[in-house]
């Protein structure tokens, strides 16, 4: 189905035993939604394709298998068009992940000072170091 002609005789509704078919309650023609609307790209015309994350899905692992995607779509296009990647948010989200995890591996070492402090024995503070590395 790559033309509106295509999608006409595409059933939509029954009414009293009759197909209603969707070139019966729409007007079916090949262009786009809204003809005020354009993409560009350093000045040349685009195509924008915005991709969002489903709820609850990883969105670093998420636009992974969309760059590993991009040679096989590369690929599939006419050779005078280009596809690249303008917008990567994730940039910062892995900054603040990184940051995060440092945090943590700092907060563990506290911990584990604190503990060394208060019972002054390197025996006693090595059962909960151990217990923090392992989980």
Request: proline letters at 6%; glycine letters at 4%; a positive charge.
């Amino acid at each position: 189905m790559l033309k509106a002609d295509d999608y006409k005789p595409l059933v939509v509704a029954y009414r009293n035993g009759a197909a209603i078919q969707l070139s019966d309650v729409a007007t079916v023609q090949d262009g786009v939604a809204n003809i005020r609307t354009a993409g560009f790209l350093n000045g040349k015309p685009s195509i924008p394709l915005i991709i969002m994350r489903t709820p609850g899905a990883n969105i670093i692992e998420t636009v992974e298998r969309i760059k590993a995607a991009l040679p096989s779509l590369k690929a599939s296009i006419p050779a005078g068009m280009n596809c690249q990647v303008v917008l990567d948010r994730t940039t910062t989200i892995r900054a603040s992940v990184s940051e995060i995890e440092h945090t943590l591996l700092i907060s563990i070492a506290l911990v584990i000072l604190v503990v060394f402090v208060f019972l002054r024995s390197p025996r006693a503070t090595l059962i909960p170091a151990i217990v923090v590395r392992w989980r």
